[in-house]
């Protein structure tokens, strides 16, 4: 059987040659197209192949400049600044004070993730004390402002967005608490699945799985 390209899942490739650790040629014998596509296709998902068939990944030192630079980030108050606090509070499900709002310099961030939290807010963060633990540790963690950071930097591919997780899946009695929430790239997030975060990160060691979308 021969598929055309334009039918051709991408998403699925990039997740097949990931968790099932395919080659180009396995890939090729499967969707009988020819590789230099294939190794496009990964390319445009910043799946990076080297001979060895690794994928490379941003370094530590990398993660830390990015997270310090998002950190040291300063922007003017301004009266625009004021109508956006109010417009925020003026959304019925985030229901916090402009003067607690007010003391987060970057109102883009501060949105991107009241957008994310006020999705679970009716269940999960339906108080204030909650709804403000999740700003003041995820406003300024590293992890979410570096994936943040390369999201933007990016022009929003929607495959670097940040998505929330559990580290210990929901299905496996993990809990909402704020210490079993972090962040991975939608990417990451979608292989990642029902695994704990200590079974992903094995999982990755053993099979040398690397990409550019895992921050």
């Known amino acids: 059987m021969t598929y055309q390209k334009e039918l051709i899942n991408k998403n699925e490739l990039v997740e097949r040659y990931l968790t099932e650790n395919l080659t180009l040629k396995q890939l090729h014998d499967i969707y009988k ?7 496009n296709v990964l390319k445009e998902c910043g799946v990076v192949v080297s001979k060895k068939n690794k994928l490379k990944k941003f370094s530590e030192e990398h993660r830390n400049k990015i997270s310090k630079a998002m950190k040291g980030k300063k922007y003017n108050r301004t009266t625009s600044r004021t109508d956006t606090i109010r417009k925020i509070t003026a959304n019925r499900k985030v229901s916090l004070h402009e003067t607690y709002i ?9 949105i991107f993730l009241s957008k994310i939290v006020s999705r679970h807010i009716k269940q999960h963060f339906n108080t204030e004390e909650k709804l403000k633990s999740f700003f003041d540790k995820f406003y300024f963690d590293k ?25 210990v899946p929901l ?15 939608w990417f990451e997030n979608r292989l990642k699945r029902n695994m704990t975060m200590d079974e992903w990160h094995i999982f990755k060691h053993k099979t040398q ?7």
Do not use: A, C
């Not at 007010?102 to 501060?110: N, T, V």
């Open 143 to 167: 992890t979410f402002n570096v994936l943040y950071s390369v999201w933007r930097n990016s022009g929003k591919n929607p495959q670097l967005r940040p998505s929330i997780d559990h580290d």
């Open 171 to 185: 299905s496996k009695k993990g809990l909402w608490n704020i210490e079993n929430l972090s962040f991975l790239s």
């Open 102 to 110: 007010d003391q987060f310099d970057d109102l883009e961030k501060f």
């Open 33 to 39: 197209v020819n590789r230099m596509w294939i190794r």
């Open 209 to 215: 799985t690397e990409s550019q979308l895992f921050i």
